[in-house]
Structure formats: structure tokens, C-alpha cells
């Protein structure tokens, strides 16, 4: 079993509706970070939060730490959101991270 | 800023071949990391560097692989030799110096090995 579970790995939306990724972890962990690979590659974060919520633009993360859950909201969303999204781990006090399979988003007109 | 620099960006080679990836962290950015991107496996840590010097190299493969950093500036992900099971796309990614920060990826390697 991984220590990252993302669900769904597959997300088909069209462009508006309310979007929600989400990931599970089984380690102790010190922080959480969100990230975005674009279908050219190229890998940007998004957030890293240890406990509370977060919020960019129409992107909100939030993070249970009793319960190892994060979620990933994407309000409105736009077929320029078309993704991967990432969910990754610093365990411990690592700085090195861990991540999980990835959840590929699809925003159609 | 003009963020993580990574050459080549692509890089084709025969089995056998030597490769060498290059990465220019963030000026700044005291960490450095070589992460390893396949469809079967996803994104994995191959190894980082926190002040020039190695710290966890756990991820490295075997031992065809090996990674340097010279300076502050610089490091290098070396396959010798390289086997077409080494095909990926490797990314480098730089943080400031603290335990926990968020980083920034290069745009990465795509690496074919025929």
C-alpha cells in the first residue's frame, strides 16, 4: 500500500462545476503540498500546508491532520485547469518528499 | 528569477551510452533534489542535496547512476551505462534552506534510451 492514496486517478468535469481531489496518507507527516503537472510537463506547487485550509484564486486546500486527509477544491472550473494534480508529503521532519500517483483532471466545454 | 534550469531537455541515446542532466537551482536555494517521473512508477526522490552535500541517496537506482554538486550553482545526474529501463522524464527542484519549504521544478529531462 502506498504511504500517498489520491482518488478518484481519473476526474471528467465540464467547465463550471465545483471539483474536488482528494488524498490519504499513513505516516506521520510534517507538511503537505499540492502540486500541478500540465500536460506540457511542467510541474508547479500549489500549496504546502501542515493544518487549516489554504486558499489561491479558485483554489482551496484543506488538510485534517487526526484524520491524514487532504482535499483539493476547484471552484468554477475552467478547461485551462486541465491536469494532473499531485499530492505530495515531507514525512518526519524530511525534506524530501512523497508522492502519490496523481489524479488527471479534464474540464470540458 | 529566472527559476530552475535544466539541459538538456530532451535527450536521446542509445543503450550503453553515457548521460549526463544538468541543473542550475534558483539562486538562493540551499536544497536541491533529483526526482525520477515514469508512467509505472510516478514521481520518485532519486536523491538530495542540502549545501552541496548529499543527504539521503536512497532513491538512487544502483549504481549506474550518480549525482554531483560541485557548488551552490550546480549538479550534475549522471547513467553510465544507461539501459532503456532509464527512460524517463527526470525533473530537479530547489528550496531555500529549511527543513520544510515548498519547490520549484525545472522543467525537466525527457530521457529516451534505445
Known amino acids: 500500500k502506498n504511504e500517498v492514496e489520491q482518488s478518484p486517478q481519473n476526474l471528467t468535469a465540464q467547465e463550471g462545476e465545483f471539483i474536488t481531489i482528494n488524498c490519504s496518507y499513513s505516516v506521520g507527516i510534517s507538511a503537505l503540498h499540492w502540486l500541478q503537472q500540465h500536460p506540457g510537463g511542467g510541474i508547479v506547487s500549489l500549496f504546502m500546508?501542515?493544518?487549516g485550509k489554504k486558499k489561491h484564486g479558485r483554489l482551496i486546500a484543506t488538510i485534517n491532520i487526526q484524520e491524514k486527509h487532504s482535499s483539493l477544491h476547484i471552484t468554477a472550473s475552467h478547461p485551462r485547469d486541465s491536469a494532473v494534480y499531485i499530492c505530495?508529503?515531507?514525512?518526519?521532519?524530511?525534506?524530501?518528499?512523497?508522492f502519490g500517483t496523481g489524479t488527471r483532471l479534464q474540464v470540458t466545454l | 528569477d529566472a527559476g530552475v534550469i535544466q539541459s538538456p531537455r530532451h535527450e536521446v541515446t542509445e543503450m550503453g551510452q553515457e548521460v549526463t542532466l544538468r541543473c542550475k537551482p534558483i539562486?538562493?536555494?540551499?536544497?536541491l533534489f533529483w526526482y525520477r517521473q515514469t508512467m509505472m512508477r510516478g514521481l520518485e526522490l532519486l536523491i538530495y542535496f542540502n549545501n552541496n552535500v548529499p543527504i539521503d541517496d536512497s532513491g538512487m537506482p544502483e549504481d549506474r547512476f550518480s549525482a554531483k554538486m560541485p557548488n551552490a550553482s550546480f549538479s550534475t545526474l549522471k547513467i553510465q551505462p544507461s539501459e532503456p529501463r532509464d527512460s524517463a522524464v527526470y525533473f530537479c527542484?530547489?528550496?531555500?534552506?529549511?527543513?520544510?519549504?515548498?519547490?520549484?521544478f525545472g522543467p525537466g529531462t525527457r530521457l529516451l534510451v534505445l
Open positions: 539562486s538562493g536555494h540551499n536544497s
Open positions: 500546508l501542515s493544518s
Open positions: 505530495a508529503v515531507n514525512t518526519g521532519t524530511a525534506s524530501k518528499l512523497t
Open positions: 527542484a530547489s528550496s531555500l534552506d529549511r527543513m520544510v519549504e515548498t519547490q520549484y
